[in-house]
């Protein structure tokens, strides 16, 4: 346990809760730390303070964006982890880990926002080809969309368009031949 955690521990046991000011004195690495710390000694309230400290704080940290994240995951606030996790990956930049596209893609799933899901699943896709766990939400999406994807080896043959003008042309002309044949002309 860091010293924040020791802190905040020390702090809630006479009833108060740290400062943004207090917590400012800490770096977004120290105050992730303190937050998993926190977790693993099941004291989610504090954890949760940290969390909004360290996002009032440090709004664009990648450490903090991460952690909260998760923490938003853990108490399912789907709407809010996937906002995080969107914020994450812009600040991550072309950085990005394929980690965090499939818990953004997973916060989807969860918020039932399924057709966004596998478009950010597509993108990991184009970004991550061999990643196994993006292939994985990549097959549980396509299963709850009743989408059927096919390998490109076993694409079906294009069809022809039975409406477009040249085919509808083209058996006009095929309907009026017999009839002038009929007719003797």
């Not at 990005?96 to 818990?103: D, E, K, N, R």
Request: charge should be negative; hydrophobic fraction near 40%.
């Amino acid at each position: 346990m860091n010293r924040l955690s020791k802190e905040t521990i020390k702090q809630a046991t006479i009833g108060k809760l740290m400062t943004t000011t207090q917590v400012s004195s800490y770096s977004p690495q120290e105050i992730r730390e303190a937050i998993s710390g926190l977790v693993a000694e099941h004291k989610t309230i504090l954890a949760e303070a940290l969390v909004e400290a360290g996002l009032a704080l440090y709004p664009e940290s990648e450490d903090i964006l991460a952690i909260a994240s998760l923490m938003a995951m853990q108490r399912q606030d789907w709407g809010q982890a996937s906002s995080l996790l969107r914020t994450l990956i812009e600040q991550q930049g072309v950085n990005a880990t394929p980690y965090s596209y499939i818990m953004l893609i997973r916060a989807l799933r969860c918020n039932l926002e399924h057709a966004e899901a596998l478009s950010i699943c597509i993108d990991a896709h184009e970004r991550f080809p061999n990643q196994p766990d993006v292939d994985a939400e990549f097959q549980v999406l396509t299963s709850i969309l009743g989408l059927r994807p096919y390998p490109e080896e076993e694409l079906p043959a294009e069809e022809e368009d039975v409406l477009s003008p040249s085919v509808i042309s083209n058996s006009e002309k095929v309907d009026k031949t017999p009839e002038v044949e009929a007719s003797g002309k």
